[in-house]
T-cell receptor, first 109, second 116 residues
Framework: KNEVEQSPQNLTAQEGEFITINCSYS?????LHWLQQHPGGGIVSLFM???GKKKHGRLIATINIQEKHSSLHITASHPRDSAVYIC???????????FGKGTKLSVKP | DAGVTQSPTHLIKTRGQQVTLRCSPK?????VSWYQQALGQGPQFIFQ???????QRGNFPDRFSGHQFPNYSSELNVNALWLGDSALYLC???????????????FGPGTRLTVT
């Protein structure tokens, strides 16, 4: 079993829909990251959170440390949101991040 | 303020050759991590450099080595390339991570390596 599991693996939505991507992890962490990767490879950090909830524009990220679960929500989705969304965790004395396999989101106009 | 930069953007090498990839961290960052991302997979941690030393290492063979310079820039070297080394190589920098994994990591655009 992978240490970081994301669901769904693939997601297709219509423009304007509310989107949720889930991430569960099995290791102790000090922070969880949500990343966005567009075709071509570049990764952009969306959120780093260790508790509660963060919001940036139409993006909302939540984390429940006790349940080892995080969600990324996109409100009023737009075709430009189409990308791979990756959950990654970093913990304790580990400097590295452990990544999920990503969720490929496609938003249709 | 320049973010993380990597060079080259694309590279094609032949099996058995050696390759060097370069990374310049975001201004003010002192810690550089390298990741390998195979097609369709999440990135895998290779190693992290801080204060010019390898601080942590993932499950990669000794063919993968690195270096960090006094200006915090870093190189990733891969010797005796295999076909399986074909991947996107990502560099990420952090401020004062000191191996804690707490700092927010800023990623470069990656170098796509193809081994034929």
């Amino acid at each position: 079993k992978n240490e970081v599991e994301q669901s769904p693996q693939n997601l297709t939505a219509q423009e304007g829909e509310f989107i949720t991507i889930n991430c569960s992890y099995s290791v102790g962490i000090s922070a969880l990251h949500w990343l966005q990767q567009h075709p071509g490879g570049g990764i952009v950090s969306l959120f780093m959170l260790s508790s509660g909830k963060k919001k940036h524009g139409r993006l909302i990220a939540t984390i429940n440390i006790q349940e080892k679960h995080s969600s990324l929500h996109i409100t009023a989705s737009h075709p430009r949101d189409s990308a791979v969304y990756i959950c990654a965790v970093g913990g304790g004395s580990q400097g590295n991040l452990i990544f999920g396999k990503g969720t490929k989101l496609s938003v249709k106009p | 303020d320049a973010g993380v930069t990597q060079s080259p953007t694309h590279l094609i090498k032949t099996r058995g050759q050696q390759v060097t990839l370069r990374c310049s961290p975001k201004s003010g960052h002192d810690t550089v991590s390298w990741y390998q991302q195979a097609l369709g997979q999440g990135p895998q941690f290779i190693f992290q450099y801080y204060e010019e030393e390898e601080r942590q290492r993932g499950n990669f063979p000794d063919r993968f080595s690195g270096h960090q310079f006094p200006n915090y820039s870093s190189e990733l070297n891969v010797n005796a390339l295999w076909l399986g080394d074909s991947a996107l190589y990502l560099c990420a920098s952090t401020l004062n991570a000191r191996g804690t994994g707490v700092g927010e990591q800023y990623f470069g655009p990656g170098t796509r390596l193809t081994v034929t």
